[in-house]
Nanobody
Framework: QVQLVESGGGLVQAGGSLSLSCAAS????????MGWFRQAPGKEREFVAA????????RYAGSVKGRFTISRDNAKNTVYLQMNSRKPEDTAVYYC?????????????????WGQGTQVTVSS
């Protein structure tokens, strides 16, 4: 099973951009679908975006569609989340997840590996 480490979190002003990375260990990265989730204080964890093993298929939550872009580089064992036009309600701990089934991530959950999370704060 892969191990995941997120990075790139921080403080950004509303309207700004931020890019998150999730580095995976293990040689089977290209066989996993990858996803990003987030959890705001006092709220349940929610789905943000998912990408299939090849990068051809992607899916987004309605709240981020058109503002966020998920991508992956299988040669670098890394998945990215480019976040533009940030809003204060995007403030949360962001987690990446790996799953052997894209359909699970696309449906908003994962039974696979999770990273430890990275904090993203958007100031108004």
């Amino acid at each position: 099973q892969v191990q995941l480490v997120e990075s790139g979190g921080g403080l950004v002003q509303a309207g700004g951009s931020l890019s998150l990375s999730c580095a995976a260990s293990g040689r089977a990265f290209s066989s996993y679908a990858m996803g990003w989730f987030r959890q705001a204080p006092g709220k349940e964890r929610e789905f943000v975006a998912a990408i299939n093993f090849s990068g051809v298929l992607t899916r987004y939550a309605g709240s981020v569609k058109g503002r966020f872009t998920i991508s992956r580089d299988n040669a670098k064992n890394t998945v990215y989340l480019q976040m533009n036009s940030r809003k204060p309600e995007d403030t949360a701990v962001y987690y990446c997840a790996a799953d052997t089934y894209y359909a699970r991530l696309g449906a908003g959950y994962s039974y696979g590996a999770w990273g430890q999370g990275t904090q993203v704060t958007v100031s108004s």
